[in-house]
């Protein structure tokens, strides 16, 4: 298998990467082309190395009394040690019809977002950590576990682990959403609504992959208050270059991917007024989230995925350590 | 409607081509699968309305110009029985004869009816087309006429656009037959005469046809309206009035009503520029009937002009015949001694009896004209010897002596008159048989402005039959003299006076500005006048009664002697009493004037000055196209320049043109055969194909708007 190569400026290009074989190949590739080494888990707990000495105050456990150092000083020191936790991440997948569109760009934006997030569960996996995906779409009926009122719009999730074979597991299952194509016009609401209250007692990282082409807003509202329950909240908002620029020339008759609306029109008539409607959209996107404190990423799928992926990464360290979740 | 070229209506089914255009873009548009359909379809409801209108509209103007070309070139026409003149397009001459006379300032729906008349002839011109040469022939009377046809139709329509009613009366028939001259001399062999006039009674003379069998086709266009009352003043006239006091003049205007219906007409009088009195008068239909008004001339004044006009309210419908101007003046008499050397008992066997009689026609006092008859014995008194004494003749007392058949004078007696006339007096000689050429060449020669020879007798020796055909006539006198003033160059009143006896003429006397007046047919001199010091002699070669000439029994004998005598005594009836006609030519004597000024109503006038003026006795007026009145301004020999009030006269519109009652249909000439035959279709045929191909550059202008938006 010749592996796509990667360019310091260019990085991967999605065509490229499309012609690799499994889904796991083609994470790899990502992850190790772009980035590693750049997560550490920071939350200090029990664990194996020591960190420092502290003063014994009431309430400390007797079992961390130093009493080695009781015996030289007479004193009672506490030790402390720097525990490295396991942070949980849900990968969150938009897999609604309109995900599955593909205009300027040689890779559907599903596929875009799916790999994204598939390099995403590698790195976190090959960490230590414990990662689970959920995908929405109009599937969700059957899959979605539990109660809750997205429970139908739950179409796919895999419960977080941190075990290496739950890598394969994960990356199977993505692999099949993908495979399956967008349906339905389920917004990813449910299934953030769906960790919602999963991880009411433990902070998690949670990745949303989508257009956010949302009738209601109700997507940038969950997300919103996933970030307010203290979860750090990254946003992929995936777009193909089309719907960026709207192209188009010529008597052409546009239909929706999601209903079955026709629309016969020359675009050039209206390519203004559309642009003027999606950079309002972006706006309002990108204003919710940030106002909210959620890290927002536009994302067009010509984009090479490395760079998309470092992008999160780096935004990530970025974020100071109140942000990392624990 | 009919099509000239049917065939091309085949071409109609192109107009499939828009559509099945329309209907394969439709299927052949691109499809697209689009995420963001929401985003278009909130786009599209504001904009699809439009752009489906957008698109039909398009559609629906490409399948009409398709059609249209189709239908443009099969050449559509449509006919039309609209009631009017039928027009034939194409090459052809033509003649629009319009009547421009001051009737055709009568207003018919708030406008002249000549605007009515020029727009049916423009409208005529447009169907006429390119090709036919065509001229516009005014029908006023003494109108300018073209002296070719053209085809320069632009220019035709400006002298219609530029045509304003004239105040001259209609001369119908003149026109037509200028018309008929002007399409004689085309090389079409279709000619039209196409008429536009009020067709009034005055305006045809039927016994004056303007052309014969092949004459053209005369088309008349139907614009008169049914019915055209009119009220005019046709007369006034204006005389002394000694019972209105010592000023006192009476205005006697005639008021016709050329209408249907009876009216009560409102008349006011104006003197200079102020009403001094209104009356009222009521006519019945078809009725004139005469209004006089008394009034006193302003103190200080001797002339000025005045005018009747009508004040209806509404106002007549043709108002340039409802005022009418005249010069009322106090005129001053004439003190005329009459020295008659042929007494007679039976009175008109008299020397003087016809020129005594035409100085005061009826014996009138307000003639004008003041006359003492004395035998030539009796002439005797106006010696000095005799001063004093019982009759004894004080000249100072007279203006004017006139010699009738007077034996030559004694020295003496001829001296003192010779004193008198170089003293600024008048004198008229006449001879008779009693007149001796040697004895005349003797005493009288200082009086004379040319001596005489012995008189010739035409009839000499001539049978009965003979003996008018070899009388003398006059036939040359100079139109432009005061004394001739009343007379034009053909007067018949004179040209047809016999003259069978005249005296010749000899050589010239010592006399100064000496003026051939009037010539007989033969050559010899029948009137001539000259100065002799401040004064004039005048100098007829035949006799003032009926022995050698039958002159007196003519009408033009009474207004000669009378302008003769005025003229002699320096005393003109000038223009200032004369009642003119526009565009009649008006003498206006320059006494002593190096300068002369016309200014007439609305800015009409002439100014006489060099050549122009100097060495005449008077000048001619002719630019009298406007009714109203003309003041005249003199610059004498020292330079002053003042007002000529005895100078000023007035003009009128001819009153034949009032009467708008309409002429007979048998009065119209009969329409010709044109050459090519008079149009004869019932209906007309209009081609479409130029609108079509309009509307056709319209819709492609359309579809480009279209495509843009």
């Not at chain 2, 004239?166 to 002007?182: E, I, Y």
């Amino acid at each position: 298998m010749n592996l796509p190569s990667i360019s310091a400026t260019s990085g991967i290009d999605p065509a490229q990467l499309a012609r690799l074989g499994s889904l796991a190949i083609k994470a790899r590739v990502i992850v190790e082309g772009a980035l590693s080494g750049l997560h550490r888990a920071s939350v200090h707990g029990s664990s194996v190395e020591f960190a420092e000495h502290k003063e014994y105050s009431p309430g400390d456990e007797l079992r961390h009394v130093d009493w080695k150092a009781y015996g030289k000083l007479d004193r009672y020191y506490v030790k402390q040690y720097e525990q490295e936790s396991q942070l949980t991440v849900y990968l969150v997948l938009d897999a609604s019809a309109s995900m599955a569109f593909t205009g300027g760009a040689t890779m559907a934006k599903l596929d875009y977002a799916g790999l994204c997030l598939a390099a995403l569960a590698y790195l976190v996996i090959q960490q230590g950590d414990r990662a689970g995906l959920l995908a929405s779409g109009e599937q969700s009926r059957d899959h979605a576990p539990g109660p809750g009122p997205y429970r139908e719009s739950a179409r796919t999730m895999v419960p977080p682990r941190a075990r290496s074979t739950h890598l394969h597991d994960l990356l199977g299952v993505l692999d099949g959403v993908i495979k399956q194509g967008g349906a339905g016009d389920a917004s990813p609401a449910a299934a953030l609504a769906r960790i919602s209250e999963l991880s009411r007692r433990r902070r998690a990282l949670i990745v949303l992959a989508s257009d956010l082409f949302d009738q209601d807003d109700e997507t940038l509202r969950v997300l919103a208050q996933l970030r307010a329950q203290r979860h750090d909240v990254s946003v992929l908002h995936v777009l193909d270059p089309h719907e960026l620029a709207f192209p188009y020339d010529g008597l052409t008759q546009f239909e929706a991917l999601e209903s079955s609306q026709k629309l016969l029109v020359n675009p050039a008539a209206i390519k203004r007024d559309y642009l003027e409607r999606m950079g309002a959209f972006l706006t309002k996107c990108r204003g919710t989230l940030a106002a909210a404190g959620v890290d927002y990423h536009l994302v067009s799928t010509d984009r090479p995925l490395d760079r998309t992926l470092l992008d999160l990464v780096v935004a990530r360290s970025r974020l100071g350590p109140g942000r990392r979740a624990g | 409607m009919g099509f000239l070229a049917p065939l091309m209506l085949i071409g109609v089914a192109a107009l499939a081509v828009p559509i099945a255009i329309h209907l394969i873009g439709r299927r052949r548009a691109r499809i697209v699968k689009f995420a963001a359909l929401d985003f278009l379809l909130a786009t599209k409801r504001r904009t699809a309305r439009r752009f489906r209108l957008r698109e039909r509209l398009l559609l629906l103007v490409r399948a009409i110009a398709c059609a249209a070309v189709a239908i443009a070139l099969a050449k559509p026409y449509t006919s039309c029985s609209r009631k009017g003149p039928q027009v034939q397009r194409g090459p052809q001459a033509a003649v629009l004869v319009i009547d421009d006379s001051f009737a055709s300032g009568y207003v018919v729906d708030g406008q002249p009816w000549l605007r009515r008349a020029t727009d049916e002839a423009r409208r005529i011109l447009t169907q006429l087309g390119p090709e036919a040469e065509v001229a516009i022939v005014r029908a006023s009377e003494a109108a300018d006429h073209p002296t070719e046809l053209t085809r320069d139709h632009l220019r035709l329509r400006d002298q219609l656009l530029a045509l304003e009613p004239s105040a001259r009366p209609a001369d119908t028939t003149r026109a037509l037959a200028r018309a008929s001259q002007l399409l004689a001399a085309s090389s079409h062999s279709r000619r039209t005469v196409y008429l536009a006039s009020l067709l009034t009674k005055s305006g045809l003379r039927p016994d004056d046809a303007p052309w014969g069998k092949d004459g053209p086709a005369l088309v008349e266009l139907e614009l008169r309206p049914s019915t055209m009352p009119n009220l005019a003043v046709t007369s006034l006239r204006v005389d002394a009035e000694p019972g209105a006091g010592l000023r006192g003049v009476a205005f006697d205007a005639e008021v016709a009503n050329f209408g249907d219906v009876p009216a009560k007409v409102e008349l006011s009088l104006s003197i200079g520029d102020r009403v001094v009195a209104r009356g009222a008068i009521d006519l019945a239909a078809r009725d004139r009937r005469t209004k006089r008004f008394l009034a006193a001339l302003p103190p200080g004044t001797r002339a000025t002009d005045a005018s009747i006009a009508i004040t209806n309210t509404p106002g007549d419908a043709l108002a340039v015949d409802d005022r009418r101007w005249v010069r009322a003046s106090l005129r001053d008499r004439v003190r005329v001694l009459l020295v008659d050397g042929d007494p007679r008992t039976v009175r008109h066997d008299d020397e003087v009896f016809y020129i005594e009689a035409a100085l005061r026609p009826g014996d009138r006092e307000d003639s004008g004209t003041q006359v003492r008859t004395i035998t030539a014995e009796e002439l005797a008194g106006i010696e000095p010897r005799t001063r004093g004494k019982a009759g004894a003749i004080d000249l100072g007392e007279f203006d004017v002596v006139v010699l009738a058949n007077v034996a030559a004078l004694p020295g003496e007696r001829a001296s003192v008159l010779a004193d008198w006339v170089r003293a600024g007096g008048g004198i008229m000689i006449a001879p008779g048989d009693r007149f001796d050429a040697a004895a005349y060449d003797r005493t009288m020669l200082p009086l004379l402005p040319q001596s005489l020879r012995d008189p010739i007798d035409t009839t000499w020796g001539a049978t009965a039959q003979d003996r008018d055909s070899r009388a003398l006539r006059l036939v040359k006198w100079e139109a432009d003299h005061p004394i001739f003033a009343p007379f034009s160059k053909t007067a018949p009143e004179l040209a047809n006076a016999k003259f069978y006896k005249i005296a010749l003429l000899g050589p010239t006397t010592d006399t100064s500005d000496r003026n051939v007046l009037a010539r007989f047919n033969n050559g010899a001199a029948a009137l001539v006048e000259a100065s002799i010091g401040a004064g004039r002699t005048l100098l007829f070669t035949s006799t003032l009664d009926r022995d050698w000439n039958d002159l007196p029994i003519h009408p033009g004998f009474l207004p000669l002697a009378q302008q003769a005598i005025r003229h002699l005594a320096r005393k003109h009836v000038g223009s200032s009493t004369a009642d003119h006609m526009v565009g009649s030519s008006v003498v206006l004597a320059t006494p002593d004037l190096k300068k002369l000024e016309v200014r007439g109503p609305g800015g009409q006038g002439a100014i006489f000055e060099g050549d122009r003026i100097q060495g005449r006795t008077s000048v001619r007026f002719g630019r009298t196209e406007r009714p109203g009145v003309y003041r005249v301004l003199g610059t004498d020999a020292t330079g002053t320049t003042g007002v000529r009030d005895e100078l000023a006269f007035v003009v009128n519109v001819d009153p034949r043109g009032s009467d708008l009652a309409p002429a007979p249909a048998t009065a119209l000439p009969a329409s010709g055969t044109g050459g090519g035959g008079a149009p004869s279709d019932e209906s007309r045929r209009i081609e479409l194909w130029h609108a079509l191909a309009a509307a056709l550059l319209l819709l492609l202008l359309l579809e480009g708007v279209l495509i843009q938006r």
